[in-house]
Every structure is written in C-alpha cells, then in structure tokens.
C-alpha cells in the first residue's frame, strides 16, 4: 500500500510539473508566433509618449544608469533644439538692427575741427597687441558657438553631409 501511495503522489506531482509547464507558455528559446518581429508595432514616438520614463536593465551597480530617457531630457532637447535657436536668432538680428539704427540715427562722429596733423600714441605696442589677441579670441568663441547652436540645421542644405562627419 504505502508504495502504491508513492508511486501514485509522483505520478501526481509530474503530472502538476507538466501542467505548470504547460500553462506559463513557450519554452525557452521559442518564439511567440503571433508577434511579427518584421512588423513595426508602435513608433517610437508613441513609445516615447507613453511612457514618462524609459529604462533598461543592466549589471552595472548603478542603479540611476538604468535610466536611459527621462522627461528632463525631452524637455532639455526640446528647449534646445527649438526655442533656443529661436531665441538666439532673434537676439542676435535684433542686436544688428540696433547697431543699424543707431547708425542710421547718430551717424559717424565727426572732429569738430578737423585733424590737426599730430599723432598722439594712445596705446602702446603690448596693449594692442593684448586687444587684437582678445578680439580674435571672440571672434573664434562666436563663430564656434553659432556653429554648435545653428550648424548643423542651417549648414547642411548647403553643405553636403560628409562635411559634419569625421575624416580620421
């Protein structure tokens, strides 16, 4: 009797196992067959919608670097992609209309009497040269800034892609 009852609970308990088996779905290395891998499902726009955040998993002990989207960063990306270069382009042609009308208005400044014939040295070799340096420098720094901020957007339809790529 009691082997009948052991050999009657394992043939119980394998026929559980199988049904578990059975009910948590395709086995490991099988695919769903009713999911087209081919077939784009959703956009990644609707994706991003969404969802708030976008995470991942990984085995790096940071837990903040499974993160990889979060609203902060649409919100950054959105601000600088549209509104700064609005802004910018705005203050930088209003500047030069300024600087226009008070031309047009105020003119050049004339010397009421007229050049005397002398030359007074103002500023020595070392100051200019100080100056000039300076100048160069802004010029550099403002010419690269507009390039980070309008570059790419506004230079490449004139331009060919291969001239933002790198050629190492």
Not at 89 to 109: E, K, N
């Amino acid at each position: 009797m009691w082997a009948l009852a052991a050999k009657l609970r394992i043939l119980i308990g394998a026929l559980a196992l199988l049904g578990l088996a059975a009910a948590a779905g395709p086995a490991v290395g099988q695919q769903d067959r009713s999911v087209d891998p081919t077939k784009s499902a959703v956009s990644e726009q609707q994706l991003l919608e969404q969802f708030k955040t976008i995470q991942g998993r990984s085995r790096i002990p940071d837990v903040k670097s499974y993160t990889l989207e979060q609203p902060a960063g649409r919100d950054w990306r959105q601000f600088h992609e549209v509104t700064l270069r609005w802004v910018g382009a705005v203050a930088i042609l209003g500047v030069l209309a300024l600087l226009v009308v008070f031309y047009l208005s105020r003119g050049m400044v004339r010397i009421e009497a007229g050049r005397a014939g002398h030359v007074i040295v103002r500023f020595n070799g070392f100051e200019r040269f100080v100056h000039w340096m300076t100048a160069v420098c802004f010029v550099i720094l403002a010419f690269s800034g507009l390039n980070i901020t309008f570059g790419r957007p506004l230079l490449l339809p004139l331009m060919s892609p291969e001239s933002f790529t790198a050629c190492f």
